[in-house]
């Protein structure tokens, strides 16, 4: 999981910042459920959303410019030492920082999920035209609800897959 610059723009996309606070919730919840390593790159301290101060403070913190990360040794190591294949960025600006690191990770060989419900972008009509974008690369969006059964239901845990699906009641 890795979040970019998550508090950029939050007075821009204040509308939808309850959406976005109960999507915080049910992810820091399910990052721990399923023990999930996470990255916090940029502007990501957070602005007195508590659910969401818990879940940047309990991930590494780097302080990049996103769109360098993948020139990054910490940030490429990590994942390496990890064995990530895939990967689910959510934050802000969808259209530059998200769209472009999102690319590099496919060209790199990685798996990328975008958690529509986190992102942010910085000028609403262009979200389309990225989801086209990125479509053509594999990348598709989908929603941290939908990610969390996902995950439960690929393990076949049936404790974890009652538990998710009580989560999300």
């Known amino acids: ?3 970019i610059n998550l508090s950029r723009g939050e ?4 509308a939808g910042l309850g959406a976005r606070h109960s999507s915080f919730s049910l992810l820091q919840t399910g990052l ?9 790159i940029g502007e990501c301290q957070p602005a007195g ?11 590494m913190h780097l302080d990049v410019d996103a769109l360098s990360i993948w020139q990054d040794h910490r ?3 990590n994942l390496a030492s990890a064995q990530t294949s ?9 259209e530059e920082e998200i769209f472009i690191a999102a690319l590099q990770a496919a ?17 609403d009509g262009d979200r389309s035209l990225v989801l086209d974008r990125l479509a053509l690369h594999g990348i598709l969006p989908t ?9 439960a239901v690929c393990l076949d845990d049936a404790l974890l897959k009652q538990k998710v699906q009580q989560l999300l009641s």
Do not use: K, N
């Open 86 to 94: 895939i990967i689910f960025f959510a934050g802000s600006w969808f």
């Open 143 to 151: 929603t941290v609800r939908q990610m969390l059964l996902e995950w």
């Open 107 to 123: 060209e790199r060989g990685y798996d990328v999920r975008l958690l529509s419900d986190l992102i942010a972008a910085r000028v």
């Open 49 to 59: 959303i508590e659910v969401r101060q818990q879940l940047v403070h309990s991930m």
């Open 1 to 3: 999981m890795v979040l």
């Open 11 to 14: 007075r821009l996309a204040s």
């Open 32 to 40: 721990e459920m399923f023990a999930v390593a996470s990255i916090a």
């Open 75 to 77: 940030f490429t190591d």
